[in-house]
């Protein structure tokens, strides 16, 4: 391979995307990225968001999704995390980009003075902005192909200023060190019995309307798109007919680099970008393919939450889950259960899972269903894993319930508990506004030797005690309830080391000694886990719920 030299090398890919929204731009782009990867060459990527938050972190989940935290602690679009997992890179603040930022930025500088005398305007202060933002992202990754996203569709008026942001760095870096990727929606016409190419090709208009031809497509459809289809579209939209490419609808997202490479995407990319064919390292990515077509086990996983109905609010949550799975050689299948229901309702239906999950979240609505999940899987001997909340609502039910601390609960849920068990630390009691206000990004956590914690983890650290995790929350198990709770039974195995004034350090994990499997932990380990490199909690949980259902199925007579 002939390595791309430096800054002032760096190549760039742009990926728009037209028709409709959530067409897979992130999973075509962490494509793009994989197979550049699986070549050798250092990437990175950058998510653009035409919102004007500032950052994902106020959204509510059921609008926008996840809310992806970055070692750096920024609270990123969820499209980072699809990012970091398929690329196998940390990436922090700088790759993710929003209008709020942009804005943001330019509005301050002009109030410093930076552009005294001019008139503000979109072109050029905002669009420069935009265009630093991108440089500067492939500079701290030190990248020789920056992937770029643009969210949204193409026609939005909020899209516009990225759209001539990226058009002027081509003019900028030159056509040889640029490339367009256009992904846009094929309809299929049951009726007429084919795909339907027009709003390809007002979309591909649409684009060119703002300076922008497109080097490629990438047509998303629910099957394979017919040859005869891919050349009327080249026709059109004056793309090669080469550059057409077919994303229809796959059994597993990890099956998409594969599909892409299969029809040459890679070769565009060479050509266009003047890279050195190799060979791409793909083995890693075919192996899980295999094992999700064809596991040797399978696993029943309660998801007890509160934003069920939008399951890409857990899409960490259930990527771990997966890479775990492929880990034990499992398809795990995930039961969305409302939390609310199972406060008011019967939890022996609990029982037909071999492994209970309680994910993090905000808020009292369907805390007692979380609270109840914890200690019937705490009583029954069901394989538990707590994140963040789910640490917090284990700790809780074992205060009250084995430690007799009636009443005891978070003060985020009842301000007036006679036992904080869950309590605001005091440098929190004075933030009063919104936004990056919690514990956010990679903090340590020394874990107690000989714990389940440190069994999980022990590949990882190499006879170390101490592994770092992301985080976001706000509420911490209150230090003046640690030894009760010790002394209860609650196993403390794991603490955030040098925290002054807090004894051993925050609780970042507790579980029970005497259960197969019962753990939480403070932080979201989801947010690490790779195809490549599983969470150690995930992978432990999914080995336990395969143990629970394999001795369950033992005991059945034939």
Sequence with gaps: MAPVNGPKETRYVFVTGGVVSSLGKGIATSSIGTLLRARGYRVTAVKIDPYINVDAGTMRPYEHGEVFVTDDGAETDLDIGTYERFLDVDLARGNNVTTGQVYLAVIQKERQGVYLSQTVQVIPHVTDEIKSRIYE????????????????????????PFLEAIRQ???????????????????????????????????????????????????????PVPEEAKTKIALFTNVEADAVFSAYDADHVYAVPEMLEQQGIARLLERQLGLERVTPELRVWQEAVRVLRHPEKHVSIGVVGKYVAMPDAYLSLMEALKHAGIANEARVDIDWVSAEEVAEGDVDHLDAFDGILVPGGFGVRGIEGKVRAARYARERGVPYLGICLGLQVAVIEFARNVANLAGANSTEFDPYSPHPVIDLMPEQLEVDGLGGTMR?????????????????????????????????????????????????????SGVTPGMEGRGEGLVEAVE????????????????????????????GFIRAAVMRRSAQSADVPA
């Design 137 to 160: 992202a492939g500079e701290a990754a030190h990248a020789e192909i920056v992937l770029v996203e643009v969210g949204g569709t193409v026609g939005d008026i909020e899209s516009l």
């Design 169 to 223: 760095v081509r003019f900028e870096v030159g056509r040889d060190r640029t490339l367009y990727i256009h992904v846009t929606l094929l309809p299929y016409l049951g009726a007429a019995e084919e795909y339907k190419t027009k709003p390809t090709q007002h979309s591909v208009a649409t684009l060119r309307g703002v300076g922008i031809q497109p080097d490629g497509l990438i047509l998303r459809s629910r099957s």
């Design 440 to 492: 956010l990004g990679s903090w340590p956590m020394r874990m107690t030797p000989g714990s389940l914690l440190a069994s999980l983890y022990a590949s990882r650290v190499e006879g170390r005690d101490t592994v770092h995790e992301r985080h976001r929350h706000r509420y911490e198990v209150n230090p003046a309830y640690v030894d009760t709770l010790k002394a209860a039974g609650l196993v403390v």
């Design 512 to 539: 029970i000694a005497s259960h197969p499997f019962f753990l939480g932990l403070q932080s979201h380990p989801e947010f690490t886990s790779r195809l490549m490199r599983p969470s150690p909690p995930f992978t």
